[in-house]
T-cell receptor
């Protein structure tokens, strides 16, 4: 199946700093990628849809100025958590859809963010 | 918007027994329903999916059934094994998009 790679796998940062997470489709082009957030023992909550070459679409309640998404190429989307706070600590996972006819989404391995 | 409910939240079964996880969705226009298995700290892995034009799909020990009228779908795992222990998530694709809304998850424990 298609491979989605996320980097870094884990990161610890200080409060007030920004953290960038990368999501790459390694063997296919992804016009659309999705960013999810998962708290411990909870479900995946969709944060935003990342569209190549255009602005991301954010879900209700997600602050677009805090979670900056850039999808500058067909194989890379980035999520930047700005001015991170301890409550932003979570597991962030991206997914990408392979092709225009394929409905299946492939997930990255996730990034565990801890803000201290 | 689309809402997906999943039950039970936890499920313990003896090795060799069957496990059933149920989900309901709210958007009658949804037409794609994947199931994911997630082990601790790892990415969700697609294990089976079903589209709205079929009522049942089977892949070895795993099967999924869909009742469009009732807007619910279920995951069936037969002859469970300890390595089936994980968290399972159902999802529904939001009609007109490629966004998935996930259920709340079921933590399955298969007791040896």
């Amino acid at each position: 199946g298609a491979v989605v790679s996320q980097h870094p796998s884990w990161v610890i940062c200080k409060s007030g700093t920004s953290v960038k997470i990368e999501c790459r489709s390694l063997d296919f082009q992804a016009t659309t990628m999705f960013w999810y957030r998962q708290f411990p023992k909870q479900s995946l909550m969709l944060m935003a849809t990342s569209n190549e070459g255009s602005k991301a679409t954010y879900e209700q309640g997600v602050e677009k100025d805090k979670f900056l998404i850039n999808h500058a190429s067909l194989t890379l989307s980035t999520l930047t958590v700005t001015s991170a706070h301890p409550e932003d600590s979570s597991f962030y996972i991206c997914s990408a859809r392979a092709g225009t006819q394929n409905t299946e989404a492939f997930f990255g391995q996730g990034t565990r963010l801890t803000v201290v | 918007g689309e809402n997906v409910e999943q039950h039970p939240s936890t499920l313990s079964v003896q090795e060799g027994d069957s496990a059933v996880i149920k989900c309901t969705y709210s958007d009658s226009a949804s037409n794609y329903f994947p199931w994911y298995k997630q082990e601790l700290g790892k990415r969700p892995q697609l294990i089976i999916d079903i589209r709205s034009n079929v009522g049942e799909k089977k892949d070895q020990r795993i099967a999924v059934t869909l009742n469009k009228t009732a807007k619910h779908f279920s995951l069936h795992i037969t002859e469970t094994q300890p390595e089936d222990s994980a968290v399972y998530f159902c999802a529904a694709r939001v009609s007109g998009t490629y966004k998935y809304i996930f259920g709340t998850g079921t933590r399955l424990k298969v007791l040896a």
